[in-house]
Each structure stands twice: as structure tokens, then as C-alpha cells.
């Protein structure tokens, strides 16, 4: 009888244990890309690629002489100058244009007024604008 007892309390303890190492393993894993490196090539530039070579594309309509067709040159910038400023995303003008208040001009990327009034406008997502806000914030690299 007491081998018995014994023996269930070691297959038991061995069950417990297993599970607590599971749930260990789960919390582990990193949490969904929080404090991941954002990479220009591969986060941001398909996201110029999509929203603003339309317009700031050398050969292209080019407002403000601004292109973005690589990281060269949207780190030369238009008019205004260098439109990032490296880990500061807060004074970075790239930032102040996707926002609803830009410090001058249209909000980015430029919609016609008409769809603005009918609600129809196209901005970025919050999860494009913040992928942009991190690469700034964690210095803007060419990477
Ligand atoms: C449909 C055309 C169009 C698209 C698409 C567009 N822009 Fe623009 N952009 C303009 C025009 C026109 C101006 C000049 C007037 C103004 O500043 O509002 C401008 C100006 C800017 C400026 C100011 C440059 C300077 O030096 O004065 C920034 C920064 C900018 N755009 C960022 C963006 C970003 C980022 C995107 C993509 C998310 C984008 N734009 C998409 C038309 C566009």
C-alpha cells in the first residue's frame, strides 16, 4: 500500500513539474515584435514604397523635392531638410506630416480634399505610422 502512495506521488510530482516547465516555456517567448529592431529595408521602405513614391519618386511628381526612392535620399530631404531626426521621432518632420495637425502643408500621404470631407481619406495605419515612430526613435539606420 505505501509503495503505492509513493509511486502515484512520484508520477504526480513528475506531472507537475512538467507543467510548470511548460508554462515557464510559454512565458518566454518574446512578446509580439515589442522591442524587435525595425529594419529600413525591410519595415519601412516597403511602406514609402506603397504610400509615397506615388508623389517622391525622382522621376516622378516630386513634391517639395523630396524622394524617397532609397534612404540616401530621403536622408538628403526636400525643401525643408532632412525630414528625420535620428531617435528623436517627436521632432522629426516625416512624423509632424503623417500626423492630423502638420506643422505646414497637407497631412501625408496628400489626398484629394474631396475624400478628406467625405471621411474617405487614406492615411497609414497606426501599425505603419508606429513602425516608422520606432525606426526613428531607435536611430534611423540604414539597416
Ligand atoms: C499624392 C501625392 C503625395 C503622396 C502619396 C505623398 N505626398 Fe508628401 N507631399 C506631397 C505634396 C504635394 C507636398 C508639398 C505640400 C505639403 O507640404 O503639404 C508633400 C510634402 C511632404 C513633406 C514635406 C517635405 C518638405 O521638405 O517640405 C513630407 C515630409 C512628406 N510629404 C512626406 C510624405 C510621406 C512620408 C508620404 C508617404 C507616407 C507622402 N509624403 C506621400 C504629396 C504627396
Known sequence: MVKVISLVLVVMTFLAAH????EDGKKQ?????????????????????????????EDNF??????MDSYELLETGGKNGQPF?????KESLIIKKLGEEPP???????????????????????????SITKWIDQGAKDN
Open 29 to 57: 517567448k518574446p512578446s509580439k515584435k515589442k522591442d524587435e529592431a525595425v529594419s529600413f529595408k525591410e519595415d519601412i521602405f516597403p511602406i514609402i514604397q506603397k504610400q509615397c513614391l506615388p508623389c517622391h519618386a
Open 62 to 67: 516630386n513634391p517639395s523635392e523630396l524622394s
Open 104 to 130: 505646414f502643408g497637407d497631412r501625408m500621404p496628400l489626398n484629394p480634399k474631396k475624400k478628406i470631407k467625405q471621411g474617405k481619406a487614406k492615411w497609414l495605419s497606426d501599425e505603419e505610422v508606429r
Open 19 to 22: 507543467a510548470v516547465l511548460g
Open 85 to 89: 531626426v535620428a531617435g528623436e521621432s
